[in-house]
């Protein structure tokens, strides 16, 4: 990798790799879910990102590459943790809780990648690549605080009792 278009490039496959990821995780974390409201923000977000899956493919269509992904560790080590908490958890209600803190996790880490290619989409001179971007960061945003506001009206104290 030599230039900045390069590096976008490597993050736009990365990026793409972990979306079809989370594209496999989330059917198992809604089924997993026990809290309704909860089950409901995995299933929501399921849709979200069969969009962004679909905005990221425009945006290879417009820097004229072809939509490839490349395996993205991280999205991997998340997806475990999720599995093992899935696993272990020996109630619901901590169950929920716990799918809670890993599903951010996720959010988090596509806040992170899209927030860095926005930037440098902006700095390549990509224009409506830009435009794309931030419309899925602020979907992972938006996930991001529903799951903050489910786990602070209700499923931790449940958690608690359980
Ligand atoms: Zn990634
Ligand atoms: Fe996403
Ligand atoms: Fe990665
Ligand atoms: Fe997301």
Known sequence: MKTLQDLFEDMLKDIYYAEKKILKELPKMAKKASDPELKMAFESHLGETEGQVERLEQVFKLIDKPAKGKKCPAIEGIAEEAAEIMEEAENDEVRD??????AQAVEHYEMARYGTMVEWARQLGHTKVVKLLEETL???KGADAKLT????????EQALAA
Request: no cysteine.
């Open 97 to 102: 809780a716990g799918l809670i803190a890993a």
């Open 138 to 140: 602020k979907q992972e």
């Open 149 to 156: 506001k489910l786990a602070e009206s209700g499923i931790n």
